[in-house]
């Protein structure tokens, strides 16, 4: 099974209905940022801070179009009061496409503590994810966007190391 | 902190209400919230982003590119917005026309016991926003210079950032009388009805 390319990631979230993704980059999500910013099916914007991505995308919701968040695992552990004060509290889905940094096989260092308590993050706030790691996962990313908008809170697309091309 | 020009938030916003006409509003945390509502009694076409400092003004880009032609006003409070000062830099990179972000200049976090934040007395918020990129930038600390000149501001559609360097007030309001969940449907109910968006699917979410 071939791992996915930049292309198919955006090509399912498209079809999802997203036209928006508001990013701060990680090392592996290079691949899948440069695709969204020249792919004219999404308005790309850059954030500082990946709380920012959230608000924008909560923001974005409320004016009928789908944003999703994209960022690394260090940024989606900075993101729960973002997640909290508004995904949880106004009940608005926010899709959250990233990795897994420090899982096995990421030989940095400085990430593994991501790992180590990623999962916990996401079932403490209630968030369901899924990993995508071939194409014949991407359906699941539709799937999951489509969730996110029912449950009203933030579903995590996890990407496949080293990120896609 | 030592001497200087300000204005009540109660009397800016009632100008503000006077000049407002369709746009919606987003606010920040606090007192932000609790004085637009007590001066507007708007619970439809704004959305009291009630506890999430630093995030107002992102929600609101995200509005704004979203609803290009509706006009959106934030309000931030200056203590919300030291918490996520890089928010400038994508809102001068985005620049939409139709977004307007006032800062709410009190100097202290005013819904908290009026503590100020770190170097409040200091820190000077249109050079803030100049050296993130942001063109056009201007500060009022005087009601008679923002009445004269505000309804000329707003003529010119433009992304614009402005301060309004406001009186540290104790017993300013900070309540909503909405739950967060019927603030937006509510909202977004609006957003549908004024602009014919479709936000909700058919079975409402």
């Not at chain 2, 900070?174 to 967060?180: A, M």
Request: include cysteine; charge should be negative; glycine fraction near 8%.
């Amino acid at each position: 099974m071939a791992a996915p390319e930049a292309i198919d990631v955006c090509d399912a979230l498209s079809s999802a209905g997203v036209d928006l993704a508001a990013s701060l980059p990680d090392t592996w999500l290079i691949g899948l940022i440069t695709a969204l910013e020249s792919d004219d099916r999404f308005t790309h914007l850059r954030v500082a801070r990946e709380e920012s991505a959230i608000a924008l995308c909560a923001g974005a919701f409320c004016g009928g179009r789908t944003g999703v968040a994209v960022m690394g695992t260090s940024g989606f552990m900075t993101c729960v009061y973002a997640i909290t004060k508004i995904c949880t509290s106004y009940e608005i889905g926010v899709p959250i496409v990233m990795n897994l940094r420090g899982a096995v096989g990421d030989e940095a260092t400085h990430h593994y503590g991501n790992a180590l308590y990623a999962g916990g993050v996401f079932d403490t706030l209630g968030i369901p994810r899924a990993s995508i790691n071939t194409t014949d996962d991407l359906h699941q990313i539709p799937a999951l966007i489509r969730h996110s908008r029912l449950l009203k809170r933030p579903v995590a697309i996890c990407l496949p190391k080293p990120g896609v091309k | 902190m030592s001497e200087r020009n300000a204005m009540p938030l109660a009397e800016c916003y009632r100008q503000l209400v006077e000049l407002r006409r369709d746009e919606l509003v987003v606010t920040s945390a606090g007192t932000a919230s609790g004085e637009w509502y007590a001066r507007s009694i708007d619970l439809d076409a704004s959305f009291y982003l009630q506890a999430s400092m630093g995030m107002a003004s992102m929600f609101g880009l995200g509005l704004a590119i979203s609803v290009p032609e509706a006009r959106v006003w934030v309000f931030d409070g200056d203590g919300a917005l030291v918490m996520n000062p890089g928010a400038l830099l994508t809102e001068a990179e985005a620049a939409p026309p139709n977004l307007i972000h006032f800062v709410l200049a009190n100097r202290a976090y005013g819904a908290t016991g009026g503590l100020p934040y770190v170097n409040a007395a200091r820190v000077e918020f249109q050079g803030l926003a100049r050296a993130c990129g942001i063109d056009r930038v201007y500060a009022f600390d005087d009601m008679a210079d923002l009445r004269a000149e505000i309804g000329k501001i707003f003529a010119e559609r433009r992304y614009t950032y402005i301060v309004l360097e406001l009186t540290a007030e104790h017993g300013l309001h900070s309540e909503i009388p909405l739950d967060s969940v019927e603030q937006k449907f509510r909202f977004v109910r609006h957003v549908e009805r004024a602009f014919g968006r479709t936000v909700f699917n058919r079975w409402g979410y």
